[in-house]
């Protein structure tokens, strides 16, 4: 079985890790993948070294996961195999305030025959209807309406 991602540990990041697992508060995330790279280390300054199957039983976890931090080590660095990476996603907002606006004008107005007041579904579908948007999620009505009580 051919090994492909090896860890090898500066003297510098040895410290930072070590560090982590001894002292502070951190996310039970950071401080698993810390231990998991200590362990996994194969550079000069790792005084016993240790296999995957040992660690993944020692630690409870999977030998998958090891590999996965080994992989994000070895190819991002060792902040990205502590922390994981950044969500690079962006979201383009769909209401702006003239919708908000419109939506709140709309919440204020009369309710439509048979209703005795206007539900969050209803004025979804009056937005859309009105053309204001192609189309709106009764929940992101309910979020225009509780920014504004």
Sequence with gaps: ????????????????LESIISKGKHKSQKYQNALILLNCDEGEFQKKKHTNEVISSVLNISMRKIDRIKKRFVEDG??????????????????????????????????????????????????????????ISYESIRRVLKKRT
Aim: charged letters at 30%; aromatic letters at 6%; a negative charge.
């Design 78 to 135: 060792l902040n990205v195999a502590l922390n994981g990476k950044e969500n690079e996603r962006i979201y383009q907002k769909k209401i702006d305030g003239d919708l908000e606006a419109h939506i709140i004008a709309l919440s204020c107005s009369e309710p439509p025959k048979g209703h005795s007041q206007w539900s969050l579904r209803l004025l979804a579908d009056k937005v859309v209807e009105l053309e204001y948007i192609d189309n």
């Design 1 to 16: 079985m051919q090994r492909k991602f090896i860890v090898t540990l500066t003297k510098e990041e040895r410290n930072e």
